[in-house]
C-alpha cells in the first residue's frame, strides 16, 4: 500500500498547498530551476522566462548516446511542472511584459549574476514599488554582498571555498568534489524553503520580502556536528573516507560478490550483538574493543579483522543478517540500484512522464508525502516558448 492509499484524505478544497501561488522563475541551470520545480510540483504555477532560441542553458547540454537533437535531458530532471514563455529582457517591449508579469506574480526568482536584474530594472527594489507583497529571492554563489560577490561560482568552486572538499576524500589522499551537485542542491533547498517562510510571513504581515540567497552561506551552514570539534576547542575536521571519526567499527566493506555494505556499528549497546552476528562472540570482551573510545583507538587493527569476515557472505546477506541485530547497515548501491530498491518502488520515488518530444522520460521524485494534499504533479518539462499565448 502506498502512502496515498494509506494517508491521503483530501482534507482541502485545494488538491496542492501550493495551488494559487504565481512565480515568475528567471533562473536557469541548476539552484534556481531546482527550487522552482520543487514549488511547481507542490502545486504553485510557475512561469519559466528563457532566452530567444537557446532558452535555459541546460536545454543545450550534449547529448546522450542513441538519444536525439529533441532530447533535452540535462534540462528535464529540474523543470517538470513549469510554463515557458521566451523573452528577450533586452527587448523594451520584452522587458514591459516582463514587467507586466511581475505585478501579479506572488513570487520572484532569479539566480543571475549580482547586478544583472537591476541593470534591467527587474530588480526587488523596483519592481516592489508596483508589488508591495511581492517575495523576490536571489540565489548566487557568494551573495549580493561580501568581498567575493562578483566571483564566478560553479559547484565545485563554492565545494572548496565553504571548507566541504576538505573533509571529503580518504585519510591519506588528496581533497575531493562530491558526487553530488550540494553546492547548487543546498542553494535549492535553502531557496525553496525561505520562499515559504515567506510566503506564510506574508499571510500575517502583507508584506513581501526580498531573500538574499548564497549557495557558499549555504553549503556553509550545513556543516553541522561536522563542526563541532572544530567550534569547542579548535580542531579542524579532516578527511575519513567512508568512516565516522567518532565511532567505530563504521565505513564500507566489501563483500563477497564484490559489492559493498556500509555500517554504523559504533554503540557499545549494539558492539555484542553485532559480534555475534559476525560470528565473533570473542570480539565481544577484547580489551582492545571494549569500548566505542578503544575501538577508535584501535580502528585500523579492527578494521584487518572485520574485513575478510564480510568477504565470506555476499553483501544483501550481510545487510538481511545485521538488520535482524538493529545495526544500520545499507549496501552501497549505485543509482540504478538505488532506482530499483523495492523501498524507493513503494515510496514512488521514480516519477515517469509523457513529453512531447521524448515520450516516456523517467524523473526523480520530490520527497514530500503530505496526508491533506496531493504531493506531485505530473506536468513535463516544457518546449521552449510552449506557453508564449497564455501569457
Not at 527594489?125 to 554582498?145: H, M, V
Not at 578527511?239 to 559504533?266: H, L, W
Not at 538505488?338 to 520515488?349: I, N, V, Y
Request: aromatic fraction near 8%.
Amino acid at each position: 500500500m502506498t502512502f496515498e492509499k494509506q494517508f491521503h484524505e483530501t482534507a482541502t478544497d485545494r488538491p496542492f498547498p501550493l495551488e494559487g501561488v504565481r512565480i515568475l522563475d528567471f533562473s536557469h541551470v541548476l539552484s534556481g530551476p531546482h527550487c522552482t520545480m520543487l514549488l511547481g510540483d507542490l502545486g504553485a504555477e510557475v512561469i519559466k522566462v528563457e532566452r530567444p532560441a537557446v532558452g535555459d542553458e541546460n536545454r543545450r547540454m550534449r547529448q546522450f548516446q542513441g538519444r536525439s537533437e529533441k532530447d533535452q535531458d540535462y534540462f528535464y530532471p529540474m523543470n517538470r511542472n513549469k510554463k515557458s514563455i521566451v523573452l528577450n529582457l533586452k527587448d523594451p517591449e520584452d522587458l514591459a511584459r516582463a514587467i507586466t508579469l511581475s505585478k501579479s506574480a506572488d513570487v520572484v526568482v532569479e539566480n543571475f549574476t549580482p547586478g544583472a536584474m537591476k541593470k534591467l530594472g527587474l530588480d526587488y527594489k523596483s519592481l516592489s514599488r508596483e508589488n508591495p507583497s511581492l517575495i523576490y529571492c536571489s540565489i548566487s554563489g557568494y551573495g549580493q554582498t561580501g568581498p567575493y560577490r562578483n566571483r564566478k561560482a560553479y559547484d565545485s568552486i563554492i565545494q572548496a571555498v565553504a571548507g566541504v572538499m576538505s573533509i571529503t576524500g580518504e585519510s591519506d589522499g588528496p581533497p575531493l568534489r562530491s558526487g553530488l551537485m550540494f553546492a547548487d542542491l543546498s542553494g535549492a533547498m535553502y531557496g525553496f524553503s525561505s520562499i515559504l517562510v515567506s510566503l506564510y510571513a506574508r499571510e500575517k504581515t502583507g508584506k513581501g520580502n526580498y531573500i538574499d540567497l548564497s549557495m557558499a552561506d549555504a553549503l556553509l551552514s550545513l556543516y553541522s556536528t561536522n563542526a563541532a570539534e572544530y567550534l569547542a576547542i579548535g580542531k579542524v575536521p579532516s578527511r575519513a573516507g567512508s568512516e565516522n571519526p567518532g565511532r567505530s567499527p563504521t565505513g564500507s566493506y566489501q563483500c563477497k560478490d564484490d559489492r559493498f555494505v556500509q555500517i554504523m556499528g559504533g554503540s557499545n549497546a549494539l558492539w555484542p550483538n553485532f559480534c555475534t552476528a559476525l560470528g565473533k562472540p570473542e570480539l565481544i570482551d577484547d580489551p582492545r574493543f571494549s569500548s566505542n573510545d578503544l575501538r577508535i583507538e584501535n580502528r585500523k587493527t579492527l578494521r584487518k579483522i572485520l574485513s575478510p569476515l564480510f568477504r565470506q557472505k555476499p553483501a544483501l546477506e550481510w545487510v538481511d543478517r545485521l538488520s535482524e541485530v538493529g545495526l544500520p547497515i545499507a549496501p552501497i548501491n549505485s543509482l540504478a540500484d538505488a532506482m530499483d530498491d523495492p523501498h524507493f518502488k513503494f515510496r514512488q520515488m521514480e516519477l515517469p512522464l509523457e513529453h512531447p518530444h521524448s515520450g516516456r522520460i523517467r524523473t526523480i521524485n520530490n520527497p514530500f508525502r503530505f496526508s491533506s494534499y496531493e504531493t506531485w504533479r505530473s506536468s513535463p518539462p516544457p518546449l521552449l516558448g510552449e506557453h508564449d499565448d497564455d501569457y
